[in-house]
């Protein structure tokens, strides 16, 4: 049995705001060691649980945050960017039974810790087929077209409501309650590590491939702050004005659906200027 974590860092432990994830200043560094308890707390639940591998994919801003030295010795990671499916990388090989969304947050327009999609402010808003999207909602799209269900989410306590509409039979595990996009009531490592490792202890035995989920097209809709942002993501092919600030496309399988949108973020993001955005 092999399991896939798809590891962020705004849901992690003791994480409220915007410097705790920005790589290089000094509460990253404090915070990396949190982020890495709750994504190893993971990997041992699953181990407890009967699984044979446990594949880490660092999903956040450089996707070199956690720290490796500090994980259990049977873990493998796959840490840095530019793959082909970003969050999810590794899904699409045929050998991972269930995914577990480690340190998730909320999507962009929405109350939550640090909530955003992709983008930590340009992006206003996301739609699936007209369903307001998490990165959560986005990758378990992605997940279920290979066959791969989402057994576990961790993040703030609005993170799990949120993971009740795309994974509604999966653990859930709060590691700190929403007061604000920055700030919330956090529980302890020691705390959130022992409540993740048994969820992900009961998580697999909700493992196991299921029959891929195919033959329908996605429609996804993105708001951004500003209408040159727009403007600059329709230089992708197939992406077009939608409405005010909005532009939208329509994918006919997941996997093209999010590599579009990694497209249109990379771009817009090249766009955005330093103070006026």
Same mark, same amino acid.
């Given at each position: ?16 705001? &915007? ?6 200043? &000094? ?7 949190? #982020?890495?308890?709750?994504? +190893? ?12 591998? *446990?594949?880490? +994919? ?25 793959? =082909? ?36 402010? !340009? ?10 999207? =998490? ?17 576990? *989410? ?25 007061? =604000? ?19 992900? +202890? ?9 029959? &891929?989920?195919?033959?329908?097209? #996605?429609?996804?809709?993105?708001? #951004? ?16 004005? =939608? ?7 329509? !994918? ?8 579009? #949108? ?16």
């Amino acid at each position: 049995m092999k399991i896939l974590i798809s590891a962020d860092m705004e849901g992690a432990t003791g994480v409220t705001w &915007p410097a705790d994830v920005l790589p290089g200043t &000094p509460q990253w560094e404090r915070c990396r060691s949190m #982020f890495t308890s709750d994504v +190893n707390a993971a990997a041992l639940g699953f181990y407890d649980g009967g699984a044979d591998e *446990v594949l880490v +994919n660092e999903a956040h801003w450089s996707m070199r945050n956690l720290l490796l030295e500090h994980m259990d010795e049977r873990v493998q990671m796959l840490t840095g960017k530019h793959k =082909s499916l970003s969050m999810v990388e590794g899904i699409q090989h045929g050998d991972v039974d269930a995914v577990a969304f480690v340190g998730y947050h909320t999507g962009a327009g929405t109350e939550g810790v640090l909530a955003h999609t992709y983008l930590a402010n !340009s992006i206003t808003g996301v739609w699936l087929n007209g369903v307001r999207a =998490s990165e959560g909602l986005l990758n378990a799209h992605v997940a279920a077209e290979y066959g791969v269900p989402v057994v576990l *989410v961790t993040g703030d306590d609005l993170t799990c409501v949120d993971a009740e509409g795309y994974a509604p039979g999966a653990r859930k595990v709060a590691v700190k309650d929403y007061v =604000s996009r920055y700030a919330a009531v956090c529980r302890t490592p020691a705390r959130t590590a022992a409540d993740i490792r048994a969820a992900a +202890n009961a998580a697999t035995g909700l493992a196991g491939r299921r029959d &891929p989920v195919t033959g329908s097209a #996605f429609t996804v809709e993105l708001e #951004f702050d500003a209408e040159h942002l727009a403007a600059a993501a329709t230089v992708v092919p197939g992406v077009a004005p =939608s409405g005010e600030r909005r532009v939208a496309y329509t !994918s006919a399988t997941m996997y093209e659906g999010i590599r579009t #949108f990694k497209a249109v973020t990379t771009i817009v993001s090249a766009a955005v200027e330093e103070q006026y955005g």
